[in-house]
């Protein structure tokens, strides 16, 4: 398992029936979590001393219960700046374990010894993308929601990188490869952080069971003859780290490189273990 455990300001404090107990910088938040499924005893005072508690409804969905926490706030990993709130579905704008991979394609980039170009789909709020363009990369970021491509934008400002080569695009992500291909561009690396089911702009249906080879297959061909890396993540339960290793090492075989998924996952402060987080896929040239 990859773990991301070099993080000062975020921390999994506690996890136990269903739940995580989380320190966002000076902020206790307790959200749900489908992979806690263990019952153990809640001992951390901060389970009761939480500054805000996300219940999920038995008919789906939930709502936030505030106590002291204010409508945004920023915390920190080494040189970049998250600002973060609470929204809809329990999340804050940030998925901390994905740290790890920051620190694996960051390391690729700076000792590339060449221009890298990155493409990031799903991008999200940008932490792959400021992660990447701090590494010196040039980076297009796409998402289909405009309120994520903002939040992304504030979060690069806030991390000093508004003058870094940052492309900002909202579109629908199969349909801008599509047009990549026609207009003959490519990239070095391309990162993708698919949800499990979503919407594009114009009401396109995303099910990534369904739509995550074939788009990982169109991707290579937009990537340059010598590509430095190519990451695929996952929060499907049913997409084991062996299905990212197949469709990687499937698709990209006609390039020099090797495949290597794990599990990622969180250390867990309270008991010493590691809470699952999803899985990716890495491949990268040889």
């Given at each position: 398992?990859?773990?991301?455990?070099?993080?000062?300001?975020?921390?999994?404090?506690?996890?136990?029936?269903?739940?995580?107990?989380?320190?966002?910088?000076?902020?206790v938040?307790?959200?749900?979590?489908?992979?806690?499924?263990?019952?153990?005893?809640?001992?951390?005072?901060?389970?009761?001393?939480?500054?805000?508690?996300?219940?999920?409804?038995?008919?789906?969905?939930?709502?936030?219960?505030?106590?002291?926490?204010?409508?945004?706030?920023?915390?920190?990993?080494?040189?970049?700046?998250?600002?973060?709130?609470?929204?809809?579905?329990?999340?804050?704008?940030?998925f901390?374990?994905?740290?790890?991979?920051?620190?694996?394609?960051?390391?690729?980039?700076?000792?590339?010894g060449?221009?890298?170009?990155?493409?990031?789909?799903?991008?999200?709020?940008?932490?792959?993308?400021?992660?990447?363009?701090?590494?010196?990369?040039?980076?297009?970021?796409?998402?289909?929601?405009?309120?994520?491509?903002?939040?992304?934008?504030?979060?690069?400002?806030?991390?000093?990188?508004?003058?870094?080569?940052?492309?900002?695009?909202?579109?629908?992500?199969?349909?801008?490869?599509?047009?990549?291909?026609?207009?003959?561009?490519?990239?070095?690396a391309?990162?993708?952080?698919?949800?499990?089911?979503?919407?594009?702009?114009?009401?396109?249906?995303?099910?990534?069971?369904?739509?995550?080879?074939?788009?990982?297959?169109?991707?290579?061909?937009?990537?340059?003859?010598?590509?430095?890396?190519?990451?695929?993540?996952s929060?499907?339960?049913?997409?084991?780290?062996?299905?990212?290793?197949y469709?990687?090492?499937?698709?990209?075989?006609?390039?020099?490189?090797?495949?290597?998924?794990?599990?990622?996952?969180?250390?867990?402060?309270?008991?010493?273990?590691?809470?699952?987080?999803?899985?990716?896929?890495?491949?990268?040239?040889?």
């Amino acid at each position: 398992m990859w773990i991301a455990d070099n993080w000062k300001e975020y921390e999994v404090l506690d996890a136990s029936c269903g739940e995580k107990l989380e320190r966002w910088g000076k902020y206790v938040l307790v959200r749900p979590d489908p992979q806690v499924i263990w019952d153990t005893p809640k001992t951390d005072r901060r389970w009761k001393n939480r500054n805000a508690h996300y219940h999920r409804s038995k008919k789906g969905g939930g709502e936030w219960e505030f106590f002291d926490l204010p409508q945004q706030w920023e915390i920190h990993y080494k040189e970049l700046t998250f600002r973060l709130k609470p929204f809809s579905f329990k999340h804050t704008g940030l998925f901390p374990e994905q740290a790890v991979n920051w620190d694996w394609f960051s390391e690729k980039i700076r000792g590339a010894g060449r221009p890298v170009k990155v493409l990031n789909l799903f991008a999200y709020t940008g932490g792959a993308t400021l992660a990447a363009a701090a590494a010196g990369a040039s980076v297009t970021h796409v998402d289909a929601s405009k309120g994520m491509v903002t939040w992304a934008k504030e979060n690069a400002a806030a991390s000093g990188l508004s003058e870094a080569p940052i492309r900002w695009l909202v579109d629908d992500c199969v349909k801008f490869v599509e047009r990549e291909i026609r207009r003959g561009n490519h990239y070095d690396a391309i990162i993708m952080d698919p949800p499990s089911y979503g919407r594009g702009p114009k009401g396109e249906i995303w099910k990534i069971e369904d739509a995550i080879h074939p788009l990982i297959k169109l991707c290579t061909r937009i990537l340059s003859p010598e590509p430095l890396f190519f990451l695929v993540n996952s929060y499907t339960t049913g997409l084991a780290p062996a299905v990212l290793t197949y469709m990687l090492a499937t698709e990209l075989k006609k390039f020099s490189g090797s495949v290597d998924s794990q599990e990622i996952g969180l250390p867990v402060t309270g008991s010493g273990l590691v809470l699952p987080c999803g899985a990716s896929g890495r491949w990268e040239a040889r």
